[in-house]
């Protein structure tokens, strides 16, 4: 069993920055690949990008590359989502989700094992 727990949402005006965190623990995490996804309300859960345990490889989507970083922390077992240039429609739940490495799917909200519970992003004008 993995257990995933997200940190550092809350509110930012349009322009400013945020870092989200998620902490794991249960297993051996370089069996896993991690992803954040987000939820905004009346949407379906998307994904935004993702990063191997090793940090080698990471998949972002277009509207957020250039923008967001993800980054992992092997030592504390947490993997980081660091968000710069937020915009109004970066408002969502964003949850952490993690999945075997071993999989070649393509990466959506279908294809996690695990889920965090989710914290609140939002951006205001």
């Known amino acids: 069993q993995v257990q995933l727990v997200e940190s550092g949402g809350g509110l930012v005006q349009a322009g400013g920055s945020l870092r989200l965190s998620c902490a794991a623990s249960g297993r051996t995490f370089s069996n896993y690949d991690m992803g954040w996804f987000r939820q905004a309300p009346g949407k379906e859960r998307e994904f935004v990008t993702a990063i191997s345990w090793s940090g080698l490889r990471t998949y972002s989507v277009g509207s957020v590359k250039g923008r967001f970083t993800i980054s992992v922390d092997n030592a504390k077992n947490t993997v980081y989502l660091q968000m710069n240039s937020l915009k109004l429609e970066d408002t969502a739940v964003y949850y952490c989700?993690?999945?075997?490495?071993?999989?070649?799917?393509?990466?959506?909200?279908?294809?996690?094992?695990?889920w965090g519970q989710g914290t609140q992003v939002t951006v205001s004008s």
């Open positions: 989700g993690a999945r075997s490495a071993r999989s070649t799917a393509p990466w959506n909200s279908n294809t996690c094992d695990y």
